[in-house]
């Protein structure tokens, strides 16, 4: 019996964030929190993460640790922030090999801010449509 192994391409999906966990407190919500994102679960190195209208809760989105992830799409006018849990010096969020793009909606759009470190590949292009 002859069993070959090739390398399969690592397949990327999109996770949105919905703000469905557990608020904290000052309109607060935990990027840790599955329940945060549709579908549930925390976002990794394959996912293409998604900001799109109609969040349940969590306006200013606390990253805890080293996050990593494909890409990164702001689809909303909704004011939200990445924000970095205390202590701030040990809070990252990477993208991998995506780009970052903020689409241009219909309607008055409000502030979406990241304010943690943040780093993308060298070929990963910052969007602003």
């Known amino acids: 019996m002859v069993t070959i192994l090739a390398a399969m391409p690592a397949l990327r999906a ?3 964030w919905d703000g469905g966990g557990t608020p904290l407190a000052n309109d607060q919500a935990s990027w840790l929190d599955g329940q945060n994102w549709n579908p549930n ?3 990794n190195s394959n ?4 900001f ?4 349940a809760s969590g306006h200013n989105i606390l990253l805890v640790g080293a996050q990593f992830v494909n890409s ?7 004011a939200f922030s990445i924000t ?3 202590p701030p010096t040990s809070n990252y969020l990477v993208l991998m ?3 970052l793009t903020r689409n241009d909606l219909a309607g008055t759009e409000a502030a979406q801010v990241i ?3 943040f780093a993308m590949n060298q070929n990963g292009v910052w969007n602003i449509n």
Do not use: E, K, M, R
């Open 52 to 55: 799109a209208s109609g969040f």
């Open 14 to 16: 999109a996770v949105t």
């Open 115 to 117: 304010h943690v470190t």
């Open 41 to 43: 679960g925390i976002p």
């Open 72 to 78: 990164l799409t702001i689809n909303t006018t909704t």
């Open 47 to 50: 996912s293409d993460v998604i």
């Open 84 to 86: 970095a849990a205390f």
């Open 97 to 99: 090999s995506g780009d």
